[in-house]
């Protein structure tokens, strides 16, 4: 602990000199804080107040606390890499929280007093972070699946100048793509079905030296972690080659949903009802033919032709897909185009409850419209194949009556897409929406499964309010209709997308540091190994599979693989998981640090323990807005609620506050917490705080847990003053005096 | 007129759709309807009619011809434009709804009591007769729509507006002898017979 200097800056600019007592709070960072240097500033942010704390910093300081504004505000005025730095939050904090009244003084002043105090005690816990020193050595990107998605991700790769690995399972590159007789367009003017352009990307990836591609192939093993990735790849002739990777995209597409689960629609029944993909067969046979599409039960001519939309999807009865696959819309108007194009005098007809038209679709609509295809809205009943025609039952939604099409030559059902996403690793004996059981596509050797946890419906994780492409699986993510259902330029710009994602993932493990979303943090969690009780919780809990056991069920940290949300620090019963600047001590003593009034003096004192993310911002901006609360809160940002340690309720209850608040995000299956799983954990964990309440004679009330969102500017100061309202009614703490 | 339908049903067997666009004046803009009902939800009469536009156009299409062309609905538009405006489409709805009246008295389906189908029938006559509207006579002609009786009680409850269009100069009570009328009235009606004579070459009504 050799040279360590301790600095402390107070400002006084934003009108913080005018609300508070900046004099007397320096004299509490450096008389109570302990601090060495402290100066005072009327413009800290200002390039004299940085000159002088760089001046300071050059001068041997290590650590350096500044009491000015949010630590959210001036990051880069206040941006000092080679130290450890502390913020105490008196403008947003502070004086814009609070009312600018004579009897708000005194109180406000207790505020800013105590955040000083806070900072420089955890200024005093704190070392500056340097690095995962197991860093990353390869920058390769491994593409998993060849399909539309696959071959943009690896073209796009190569662009921006990485390599790429490419494994395919067929022994041929374009997927569902290659199938396709033509796609929707994709420019304008969207009148008329194009070509695919699947062969092009397949000649860009199979030319590109910088490429190499395995068809025939699949992973027997994935380990490691980002920036170090090896992959174990099985071959066409039995043997398996090694790959060292530096990050993972997995693009391996869907299956159609299975056609012939739909019997009352006429599948199986006769030749003459397909799904979309039986159609795209029968378009490029009848071009390889030279012939017009022809019916396939006696190749008679086709003179009418039915479109069911939503066939087996959006299905409420729990039988079939419960979703909507958002791209055969389309794909039925360009199907019915391969018609009208070759020949006016065919009558399409489209049933559809709602069409759905993504992208540029309504043009591409009205141009199937001004070429005569008839849309319909109603909802198919049945379909009853006799002979070579097809009868179509189905319920006129407009004129809410049944009605039916007869003589139908050939039916088309427009079935949706079921992921290609691997194993469920929840639940082992999982079958897909198509009744198949599913096979491991990435073979992961870690602890937590072999693939990618799912999301909903069977489709590979992904952050889907915040960041699509993330997965709970740190530098591995899904792109395509892996992730969600969806058509050829969707697929594309998601392919692209998820590769630049790859490739940051890739460059910061090449330097030691987080991937997404603390790109670029430097600290990563240490464990103590000797105090673990090899309770598992951290493995277990880790919403990101970063930990695995040894075999004596010790854990070990796969730093890169970590997200740095500090789950396993908040799950750590025996507290031997901390960050360097970021653990049970530094928010320890900052609860400590707190000044709290006795038990007759009506200022109760309440912990807010507020997610960075979303709760401390939406703080910084209620008092941006002028949106007020109580001077009784104290509010310390954690990483995650999700790293919220039970010692730190404990402490503060012991310590005399009359109560604690936790503001994290919402949890669920729409989630917003960025670690997915933190803010759930932690409401898990805090749902069994009662008991140890009970055991301190307190009442249930003195811990609630807030599910709060960014954008709660307004809700949030309310929360907490009917927080200080029921600690009023309830009274103040017993506990105080005693620490 | 049978014999007009007649012609019509046997030449779009099956495909009033196409019936509607070839012969029905803006109708090959039916196709381009999308269903959203936005028109259906704008018009002032929509509670009033039996369907509306959004209806009529998937009857179109699901060929109900005999129910379109019978529906009092097109003689109930008061032409105010509203679909027509709100349309994401673009769609020319009042000119189709008018379209569609004008084809369904052609082939005399027209709902034979409706009033407003009786007023265009009274106006069409008083204009075309003379070159000129008589608007003494359209008003009587109005009046007396529906038998003698009530047209005399009609014609009283309205005596006051009456006299008063008298006093103010606004009405001739000679007009019900002869009227007013164009210059050239041999001509116009040529003009109208030729214009009927293209209309019907154009839309395929001749046999």
């Not at chain 1, 009312?99 to 003084?105: C, H, V």
């Not at chain 1, 396709?180 to 969207?190: A, G, M, Q, T």
């Not at chain 2, 008589?134 to 006299?163: C, H, P, Q, S």
């Amino acid at each position: 602990m050799a040279d360590l200097k301790y600095a402390a800056y107070v400002c006084s600019g934003c009108g913080i000199g005018e609300r508070i007592d900046a004099a007397q709070t320096a004299k509490i960072a450096e008389k109570e804080g302990k601090i060495a240097l402290v100066r005072q500033h009327p413009f800290l942010c200002s390039s004299d107040g940085v000159a002088l704390i760089r001046k300071d910093i050059g001068e041997g300081a290590t650590h350096v606390a500044i009491a000015a504004c949010s630590r959210r505000a001036k990051t880069e005025a206040f941006h000092f890499p080679s130290v450890a730095l502390a913020r105490a939050n008196l403008r947003e904090g502070v004086i814009w929280a609070r009312p600018d009244t004579d009897e708000a003084r005194e109180t406000t002043q207790e505020m800013a007093d105590d955040y000083v105090r806070m900072a420089c005690a955890e200024l005093k816990k704190m070392k500056l972070p340097a690095g995962n020193p197991e860093v990353g050595r390869s920058t390769r990107i491994l593409v998993v699946g060849g399909g539309i998605s696959g071959l943009t991700a690896a073209v796009e790769a190569r662009k921006t100048g990485y390599e790429v690995v490419l494994v395919e399972k067929q022994a041929q590159l374009g997927g569902w793509a290659a199938k396709l007789w033509k796609r929707v367009p994709d420019r304008e003017p969207h009148a008329a079905p194009v070509d695919t352009g699947v062969r092009e990307l397949i000649d860009a990836v199979t030319k590109d030296a910088g490429v190499k591609v395995y068809t025939n192939a699949t992973l027997a093993q994935t380990s490691g972690a980002p920036g170090r990735f090896n992959a174990t790849i099985a071959i066409e002739s039995g043997a398996s080659v090694n790959e060292e990777i530096g990050a993972i995209v997995q693009a391996t597409g869907f299956s159609l949903y299975d056609m012939n689960r739909l019997p009352e629609l006429g599948a199986g029944k006769s030749p003459n009802v397909v799904d979309q993909a039986g159609l795209e067969k029968l378009a490029r046979e009848a071009e390889a033919s030279g012939q017009p599409i022809c019916r396939p039960s006696d190749g008679g001519e086709v003179k009418s032709v039915v479109f069911v939309q939503c066939a087996g999807q959006r299905d409420e009865s729990g039988k079939h897909l419960p979703y909507c696959s958002g791209y055969c819309c389309n794909t039925s108007i360009k199907q019915a185009m391969y018609f009208k194009d070759a020949n006016p005098a065919v009558d399409t007809v489209v049933v559809y409850t709602d069409l759905r038209v993504p992208g540029n679709g309504e043009d591409f609509y009205r141009s199937a419209q001004h070429k005569g295809v008839v849309f319909t809205k109603g909802k198919v009943a049945s379909v009853e194949p006799d002979g070579n025609a097809c009868t179509v039952n189905f319920r006129d939604l407009i004129l809410d009556e049944d009605a039916r099409i007869e003589g139908a030559d050939l039916v088309v059902l427009a079935t949706g897409q079921v992921a290609n996403a691997g194993v469920d690793i929840e639940n082992a004996d999982a079958t897909d929406a198509n009744g198949a059981k599913p096979i491991s596509i990435l073979n992961l050797n870690y602890r937590q499964g072999k693939d990618l946890p799912k999301l909903s419906h069977g489709f590979a994780d992904s952050h889907f309010i915040c960041f699509p492409y993330e997965t709970r699986r740190t530098g591995i993510y899904a792109a395509g209709p892996v992730r969600r259902p969806m058509d050829i330029a969707q697929a594309m710009e998601d392919a692209t997308g998820a590769v630049l994602k790859a490739i940051q993932a890739a460059e910061n493990s090449q330097l030691g540091r987080s991937a997404h979303p603390r790109s670029g943090d430097l600290s990563f969690p240490m464990v103590r190994l000797d105090g673990c009780t090899q309770c598992k919780r951290c493995t277990v809990e880790c919403p990101f599979g970063a930990i695995d056991e040894d075999e004596k069920t010790y854990p070990v940290f796969n730093e890169s693989r970590c997200r740095r949300c500090g789950t396993c620090m908040g799950a750590c019963p025996v507290r031997v998981i901390s960050f360097e600047n970021y653990s049970v001590d530094t928010v320890g003593a900052q609860i400590k640090a707190v000044d709290i009034p006795d038990e007759f003096s009506e200022k109760p004192r309440i912990l807010v323990l507020a997610c960075e993310n979303d709760a401390y911002p939406a703080l910084d901006m209620a008092a941006m807005q002028g949106n007020h609360y109580s001077a009784f809160v104290r509010v310390i940002p954690v990483r995650c609620l999700g790293s919220v340690n039970t010692i730190w309720i404990t402490d503060a209850l012991n310590g005399g506050y009359d109560g604690v608040m936790m503001m994290g995000c919402k949890h669920g299956d729409d989630y917003q917490c960025h670690f997915v799983k933190g803010s759930a954990l932690a409401t898990e964990r805090m749902s069994k705080v009662d008991e140890t309440l009970k055991t301190m004679s307190l009442e249930t009330e003195r811990v609630a847990t807030y599910e709060v969102a960014i954008t709660d500017l307004k809700r949030l100061p309310q929360l907490i003053e009917d927080y200080a309202k029921v600690i009023d009614k309830i009274g103040m703490s017993p506990m105080k005096g005693f620490a | 007129m049978g014999a007009m339908n007649e012609q019509a049903l046997a030449k779009y067997t099956n495909n009033f759709l196409r019936e509607v666009e070839e012969r029905v004046e803006e109708g090959e803009w039916v196709k381009m309807c999308m269903q959203c009902g936005v028109c259906a939800g704008s018009c002032p009469f929509g509670p009033d009619w039996e369907h509306s536009p959004q209806k009529i156009f998937m009857m179109i299409r699901a060929g109900k011809r005999d129910e379109v062309l019978s529906s009092d609905s097109m003689w109930m538009c008061t032409s105010c434009y509203n679909c027509v405006v709100r349309c994401p489409r673009e769609l020319p709805i009042t000119q189709i709804m008018h379209g569609l009246a004008t084809y369904a008295q052609r082939l005399g389906l027209a709902p034979k009591m409706n009033p407003t189908r009786k007023f265009s029938l009274l106006f069409w006559d008083n204009c075309t007769r003379t070159g000129r509207v008589n608007e003494l006579k359209l008003a009587l002609g109005l009046y007396f729509m529906d038998g003698l009786v009530a047209g005399i009680k009609k014609a009283w409850a309205m005596r006051n507006t009456g006299l008063g269009l008298l006093m103010a100069g606004r009405l001739n009570p000679f007009e019900i002898l002869k009227g007013h009328e164009c210059k050239d009235k041999a001509g116009i009606q040529r003009m109208l017979k030729k214009a009927y004579e293209i209309e019907e070459k154009r839309r395929g009504f001749a046999k």
